[in-house]
């Protein structure tokens, strides 16, 4: 018998799930949730692709992997960016090869045809005479640039199920408009594809239950996880006590505290149309200099050059994010993004970049290393107990257990999940 049933009744598993559980394996290995999935949410949610400044030039793409598509990006005129699939045409070919580059027109390696930054056929060789170019311009789909991120949207321009990015964005820019980050420059980009299902990863993200078991200098660095790793009473009441007193100076310089969070909790359709989305902003660490030196890497002062218009650096950060893929941490000085983007059901690529003002020298207002090293750490880290989980997830013998309270992030999550996946497959456009 083969380890896994060809077919599953998905609308069973969605509606059989034990709230306040993990989920069951077939939502963590089928191929079929995977490609429901697909329609539910990666084909019409907005996906975070990379930062602006990876493409800086007229020309210049990078090219977008997302289950099982591949998506060009590339920079047209001024802040222009289009994103086209990379499917030929003619008879469908790739036409980038390379994962990113810089070109003056997208042609296929096959026959030739040669297509402008925007996507419309330029040239195509021996067509017969009723052949039109303007019938045969690339598929694109929607792209939105955002503080100098780039998301894309797989639906074409003009389709209406798609969440309002603008929405979002208003949203979000007050809790980051500070940091200004359209004018920050990657100064690294690390990928781990990892052989996990994206709602692992993701997961993994938002509990920090793990923290004190898998991640010793993140516990040490990032003053929340007394309340959100060891959740204790006191821990909680060390952490607000810490946090009150920054709270009070962050105030003064007229920045950010606190927190909020948008589409949790809607009616069916509206939590259909939204995407949820968060913002707090909070103290790193009271005392970061003796607390890294302590620590093997890392520096408390890795990054000197404000970003964007902090008046001083606080030693706060601000933690936010777009489900399902893009979570940053912005401090004052710098930021880290995570990008979560599945593969395929077991297959998951994750990444980390980095952001400092544009016009920050490294060696004289950051190191590169020193910012970047909890970062690393703490991700290789988590992709070491994502796929520790996934195999054991994959066994025959897997039976979803009981989440802690301090996994009630999950929960939300899993609620969500469930009811955007069971709406979409009773909505009207459902095909
Ligand atoms: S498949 Fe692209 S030119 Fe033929
Ligand atoms: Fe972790």
């Not at 400044?53 to 802040?79: H, L, M, Q, T, W």
């Not at 408009?177 to 299902?197: C, E, F, M, Q, W």
């Not at 009271?286 to 404000?306: F, I, N, Q, R």
């Not at 910012?371 to 703490?378: G, L, Q």
Request: glycine share 6%; aromatic share 10%.
């Amino acid at each position: 018998m083969s380890r896994y049933q060809n077919t599953i009744d998905i609308d069973a598993l969605l509606h059989t799930h034990k709230h306040g559980y993990a989920l069951a394996r077939d939502f963590y290995t089928h191929p079929a949730v995977f490609e429901e999935e697909f329609k539910q949410i990666f084909s019409r949610q907005w996906q975070y692709v990379d930062h602006i400044s990876r493409i800086p030039k007229k020309g210049d793409y990078v090219v977008f992997n997302i289950a099982g598509e591949e998506i060009i990006v590339v920079r047209g005129d001024g802040d222009t960016v289009f994103a086209h699939f990379n499917v030929c045409r003619h008879r469908g070919s790739r036409i980038c090869l390379e994962q990113a580059g810089s070109t003056k027109r997208l042609t296929c390696p096959y026959h030739g045809w040669s297509y402008r930054l925007d996507g419309s056929l330029a040239a195509a060789r021996a067509m017969p005479i009723d052949f039109n170019p303007a019938d045969h311009s690339l598929r694109s789909c929607q792209v939105k640039l955002f503080e100098g991120m780039i998301f894309i949207n797989l639906t074409a321009e003009g389709e209406a199920v798609v969440p309002d990015f603008d929405a979002i964005a208003d949203n979000l820019r007050p809790w980051i408009a500070r940091a200004d980050l359209g004018r920050t420059k990657v100064i690294d980009h690390k990928i781990y594809p990892s052989r996990v299902n994206w709602k692992i990863a993701l997961e993994n993200y938002f509990e920090c239950y793990h923290c004190i078991v898998s991640h010793p200098e993140l516990c040490a660095v990032q003053l929340h996880t007394l309340r959100d790793a060891h959740g204790t009473p006191k821990g909680r009441a060390t952490f607000a006590e810490h946090n009150a007193t920054w709270q009070a100076e962050a105030e003064s310089l007229g920045h950010k505290t606190g927190g909020e969070q948008w589409g949790w909790g809607l009616p069916d359709e509206q939590n259909f149309m939204a995407q949820a989305h968060y913002a707090e902003r909070m103290l790193i660490h009271h005392d970061l200099e003796a607390v890294y030196d302590k620590l093997e890497g890392g520096s408390a002062t890795a990054a000197k050059k404000l970003l964007g218009h902090y008046a001083a650096d606080d030693k706060g950060q601000v933690d936010w994010g777009i489900l399902p893929s893009f979570f940053l941490y912005t401090s004052c000085t710098s930021t880290v993004i995570f990008r979560i983007t599945p593969i395929n059901e077991l297959l998951t690529e994750m990444s980390q970049t980095w952001l400092v003002h544009e016009d920050a020298v490294e060696g004289v207002d950051y190191n590169t290393q020193d910012i970047t090293w909890i970062d690393e750490v703490t991700m290789e880290q988590d992709e070491e107990i994502v796929r520790n989980n996934q195999a054991g997830v994959n066994s025959r013998y897997y039976e979803p257990g009981p989440l802690a309270k301090l996994e009630a992030n999950m929960v939300q999550l899993h609620d969500d999940y469930l009811r955007l996946m069971r709406y979409g497959r009773r909505a009207p456009n459902n095909e």
